[in-house]
């Protein structure tokens, strides 16, 4: 750990400059407090860092939170081993394919189970009473519900170090959170603009508490949050169903954990209530499980949080880029992934080069600097991987 600054302090052994100058501008916002955590995993992002834990008195910047509200990790283990499984795995990939929209603008053609509809009445009531119609910012969210996207979102088989199934996948709050959030950025720039605020950086725009404007943001928000939390839920009770099928019998779940990476929540630190922006970052109190993906042909990891006060119990997310998508593709060629995934089961296909591992950092590294913030409770291999275009 390196304190940068008295309100920045940094796990990240691995820092371009650029990030660590982006960190230090997020930090010496007037409201931060007591200030600002940088992750493992840190790079560079709009406005703030990705991989930054952002504590802060009465304001919120929609930006530092993301455009991906509530996007964040959900597994599910087991009752299989490795022997357990039949060889081919191309026919589990294609049907976990068929079972969930992927790619960016993918969706459900229709509402077709019991459980889905359960959920969406579930969101329904809570945007009720929150005051606003979801479909405002996209008509068929409800349809978005149990999609994918694409970029780094995935879905996986992994082997833990004793041979045990896990199911495994990362994705948020889809289309209609990105609007949502396009939505507040844009009202904390008026915000700004309209109280004669001087920035440092235009992204840096935020909305004051007791507002209107903090307040609908607060409530869209963590509208957004849950929806994408019940997204997860929703995809992986579809990969359990097909992966069930693939092997045979039904599974039983033995444990199964779910935690956001982009989000606001309410926590007391160092003695004040702030609100607590994770950029890219797992809540890891003392005794809490958490999920930290590599990238694609690299390790994950089920952890548990140490509870480190100065990191602001908080984790890394991930690997964290260190080649942009652009960067990568002039970088690497389809032929390095293909190697890179040998014997994982995946669709071959050059539209995943950004994706390759040698565009993130190395994930060792990242959980080595992670040492005081969280204990590895399992290391997992993927063997099926599934990812949008």
């Not at 930090?27 to 930054?52: E, I, K, N, Y």
């Not at 945007?127 to 519900?145: I, M, R, S, V």
């Not at 959170?177 to 605020?197: L, M, P, S």
């Not at 960067?327 to 390095?336: H, V």
């Amino acid at each position: 750990m390196e304190r940068i600054s008295p309100t920045l302090f940094n796990w990240a052994s691995i820092l371009e400059d650029s990030t660590r100058e982006q960190a230090v501008t997020t930090a010496s916002m007037p409201f931060v407090f007591p200030h600002l955590a940088l992750m493992p995993d840190a790079h560079l992002g709009r406005g703030a860092t990705v991989g930054s834990v952002i504590p802060t008195l009465g304001a919120i910047i929609p930006a530092a939170v993301g455009v991906d509200i509530g996007c964040g990790m959900i597994a599910v283990r087991t009752q299989h081993t490795a022997a357990d499984l039949p060889t081919e795995r191309a026919s589990v990939r294609q049907a976990i394919e068929r079972a969930i929209p992927l790619s960016a603008g993918g969706a459900n053609r229709k509402i077709s189970r019991e459980h889905m509809q359960v959920r969406l009445d579930e969101l329904e009531t809570m945007a009720e009473e929150a005051g606003f119609d979801p479909a405002a910012y996209a008509k068929k969210w409800k349809l978005q519900l149990g999609s994918l996207g694409s970029g780094n979102h995935f879905i996986e088989i992994s082997l833990d170090e004793e041979d045990r199934v896990w199911l495994f996948l990362h994705s948020g709050s889809r289309g209609v959170g990105n609007r949502i959030a396009q939505h507040h950025i844009k009202a904390a720039e008026a915000y700004c603009r309209t109280n004669w605020i001087q920035l440092p950086d235009r992204d840096l725009a935020y909305l004051v508490e007791g507002t209107p404007q903090f307040d609908a943001y607060i409530r869209e928000l963590r509208w957004a949050q849950h929806f994408a939390l019940l997204n997860r839920e929703e995809m992986m009770d579809r990969v359990v169903r097909q992966y069930a099928e693939w092997v045979g019998e039904p599974v039983t779940e033995l444990e199964r954990i779910n935690c956001h990476h982009n989000y606001t929540e309410q926590e007391k630190h160092f003695g004040k209530n702030v609100w607590l922006s994770r950029k890219g970052a797992i809540n890891a109190e003392a005794g809490r499980p958490g999920l930290i993906p590599g990238s694609m042909g690299t390790a994950s990891y089920v952890v548990v949080g140490k509870g480190n006060a100065l990191s602001l119990n908080s984790s890394p997310h991930g690997a964290g880029r260190a080649f942009s998508r652009s960067a990568a593709r002039k970088r690497f060629t389809g032929d390095e992934l293909r190697e890179a995934m040998k014997g994982i089961e995946y669709r071959d296909t050059d539209a995943f080069i950004d994706e390759i591992p040698g565009a993130y950092k190395d994930i060792d590294q990242v959980m080595a600097d992670a040492a005081d913030l969280v204990e590895i409770r399992h290391t997992l291999r993927q063997i099926v991987n599934v990812k949008g275009d």
